[in-house]
C-alpha cells in the first residue's frame, strides 16, 4: 500500500527543517514527512562549499524565531549554519522524519480523494516510488541545484588552466601559489576573493559593472553585551527587534530616498579604499541601491585585500578566453591559472516539482500567488520564498505560523480542502520585483503576482508581520470545503 502523511514537506533546507518544527509543534498529532533529494539536510548551506562561504544577513534574524542564535558571529560561516540546521532538527525530532534521495518530481491533486500523490525520485538509485499526503509544502527555494549559470563565453574550450563554478566547488582544488581570475561581482565574489587572496599568488576581481557593496562586522559587541546581561528569552527578542528595525529601515531609507543612500553608501566605501583604486569606475553602480541586493563585506576583508594589493579589481567585458586567460574588450589580457565564473545561478521553482490539479498539468505562469504563500486554483498547498531585501527566515517563520493558523481553522470548522481563487480583475505583476539578472533570466517561468493585495507580495517583515501572524484567515479569496 502507498505511505500516507497528513503533511509532506519537500525540501531539508533552511524553510524545511523551520516547516517541521512548526508543524510538529503547533499540530503535534498529525503526520508528517520531509523528503530531501540530497543526502544530507542543510540545502543550500550544505550545498556550497567554496572558500569563505557565509550568511549574507545576520543570523539575528537568519536563524529562526522559535530556536534564538547563540554563536558569538552576526554574520557566520557555512560550517556553523549547518551545525546550526543540524541542532534544530535534532532537537526537535526532525531527523527521524526525513527522507534522503528523494527528489520529488510530480504531485497530482484528487479532488476526489481531497488528497496529494507524490512522486519521487530515488537519486541514489533511479528508482521512483509514490506516497500520498492531504497537505503538500514546498519549501525548496527557487534556485537550481543541479547547476549554477555560466554565459556563453567565446573561446572558453581554448582554456588550458582550470575553471570552476562555485556551485561546485571541487574538495580538492588547490589555487595556493596561482594566478586567479574571479568573474564576477555579486556576493559570492566578494565573499570567494579575500579567502583566495590569503593562499593565491594573485586574484582578479573582473566585472562587467559595478555592485554596491557594504561592510559590516564579523560581530557584534552591543549585541553580546545584551545577550549575556539580558534575561535569555527578552535578550533575543530585543537583539532581533534591533536588526529588524536597522536593515528594514536602511532598505526604507535606499527605495525612498537612492539619491541620498548613494552618497552614504560612497563615503562609507571611499575612506576604505587604497587611493589606486577608483571608486567612479569600479564602484560606482548605475542602478540605485537596492535594486539588486546589496553585497555585504564582513570587517571589510575585500577592502583590506585590495589595501594589501592581493586583490586587483578590472572592470571590462570579456572578449574571448585565451589559452592562457582572457582578453578583454580593452585589449588588455589577463592571464591566469584557475578562472572562478561567480557569475550567478539559474531558478527553478520548486525545485522543478510539476503540480497537477485533477489530471491538468499546472502552468505556473497562469496560476497567481496569493499572500506570497499560496497559488490559485491549487488545493492544500503551501510554498516558502523568502525576502530579497531581508534574511530568508523572517519570511519562512510567518508562512509557517499562518499555516498553522490556516490549518487548525480548517479543522476548528471541519473543512479539509482549502484553495485560493484568483480574482480576474486584479493586475499581473512579475512575482519576484528585483532587477538581479539572476531573477531576469527565469521570472517569466514564475506565478505572477497581483497589482494588489492579497496577491501583491510584500517585501515588508513589518506589513507582513501584520497580515500573516495577526490577520483573519476567513477572506474574500480562501474557499474551504470538504466535510463539515
Known amino acids: 500500500m502507498t505511505e500516507h502523511f497528513d503533511h509532506i514537506i519537500v525540501g531539508a533546507g533552511l524553510s524545511g527543517i523551520g516547516a517541521a518544527v512548526h508543524l510538529s509543534k503547533g499540530l503535534p498529532e498529525r503526520s508528517y514527512l520531509v523528503l530531501e533529494a540530497r543526502h544530507t539536510l542543510g540545502g543550500t548551506w550544505d550545498l556550497f562549499r567554496y572558500p569563505g562561504i557565509r550568511s549574507d544577513s545576520d543570523m539575528y534574524t537568519l536563524g529562526y524565531r522559535f530556536k534564538p542564535w547563540k554563536g558569538k558571529k552576526a554574520i557566520a560561516d557555512g560550517a ?20 534522503y534521495h528523494r527528489k520529488a518530481i510530480r504531485a497530482e491533486w484528487s479532488s476526489t480523494d481531497e488528497q496529494w500523490t507524490v512522486t519521487t525520485e530515488h537519486t541514489d538509485t533511479g528508482e521512483t516510488s ?47 601559489g596561482k594566478r586567479v581570475i574571479v568573474i564576477g561581482s555579486g556576493a559570492t565574489a566578494v565573499t570567494l576573493i ?29 549585541a553580546e553585551q545584551m545577550i549575556k546581561r539580558l534575561p535569555s528569552r527578552l535578550a533575543s527578542k530585543a537583539v532581533r527587534a534591533r536588526y529588524l528595525t536597522v536593515s528594514i529601515g536602511f532598505y526604507e531609507f535606499c527605495r525612498r530616498r537612492p539619491n541620498e543612500a548613494r552618497l ?19 564602484f560606482k553602480p548605475k542602478y540605485d541601491p537596492w535594486d539588486q541586493r546589496l553585497c555585504l563585506v564582513p570587517s571589510g576583508d575585500l577592502f583590506k585585500a585590495l589595501r594589501k594589493h592581493t586583490v586587483d579589481i578590472v572592470t571590462d567585458h570579456i572578449d574571448t578566453f585565451t589559452k592562457t586567460g582572457l582578453r578583454l574588450k580593452s585589449g588588455k589580457e589577463l592571464e591566469a591559472d584557475i578562472i572562478v565564473t561567480a557569475t550567478g545561478l539559474n531558478l527553478l521553482a520548486f525545485g522543478g516539482l510539476q503540480l497537477v490539479v485533477d489530471g491538468k498539468d499546472i502552468k505556473l505562469p497562469e496560476t497567481m500567488a496569493y499572500k506570497g504563500m499560496m497559488l490559485s486554483g491549487i488545493p492544500n498547498f503551501v510554498f516558502v520564498v523568502g525576502y530579497t531585501n531581508a534574511s530568508w527566515t523572517l519570511k519562512a517563520d510567518l508562512v509557517c505560523e499562518y499555516t498553522v493558523r490556516l490549518l487548525t481553522h480548517m479543522k476548528k470548522h471541519g473543512k479539509t480542502v ?13 512575482f519576484l520585483d528585483f532587477a538581479a539578472n539572476y531573477v531576469l533570466r527565469s521570472v517569466d517561468n514564475f506565478p505572477k503576482q497581483g497589482s494588489e493585495a492579497p496577491w501583491k507580495l510584500k517585501m515588508n517583515f513589518f506589513t507582513d508581520r501584520k497580515n500573516l501572524r495577526n490577520a483573519s484567515i476567513q477572506d474574500d479569496v480562501m474557499e474551504f470545503s470538504g466535510k463539515s
Not at 525548496?140 to 566547488?169: C, K, L, R
Not at 579575500?194 to 573582473?206: F, G, I, K, W, Y
Open 194 to 222: 579575500p579567502n583566495l587572496a590569503e593562499v593565491a599568488a594573485h586574484v582578479t576581481m573582473l566585472q562587467r559593472s559595478p555592485t554596491y557593496i557594504i561592510s559590516q562586522p564579523t560581530t557584534d559587541p552591543i
Open 418 to 430: 482549502m484553495v485560493p481563487r484568483r480574482d480576474p480583475n486584479v493586475g499581473e505583476e512579475p
Open 130 to 176: 509514490q506516497l500520498t499526503c492531504n497537505f503538500l509544502m514546498s519549501t525548496s527555494g527557487y534556485y537550481n541545484y543541479d547547476g549554477g549559470f555560466t554565459p556563453d563565453f567565446a573561446g572558453i574550450d581554448d582554456y588550458e588552466g582550470t575553471i570552476v563554478h562555485p556551485q561546485h566547488w571541487p574538495e580538492d582544488l588547490d589555487f595556493t
Open 80 to 99: 556553523d549554519i549547518r551545525a546550526y540546521l543540524e541542532e534544530a532538527a535534532e532537537e526537535n525530532g526532525v531527523t527521524d522524519h526525513i527522507r
Open 264 to 282: 552614504f553608501l560612497r563615503k562609507l566605501l571611499e575612506r576604505q579604499l587604497p587611493e589606486d583604486v577608483d571608486f567612479d569606475t569600479h
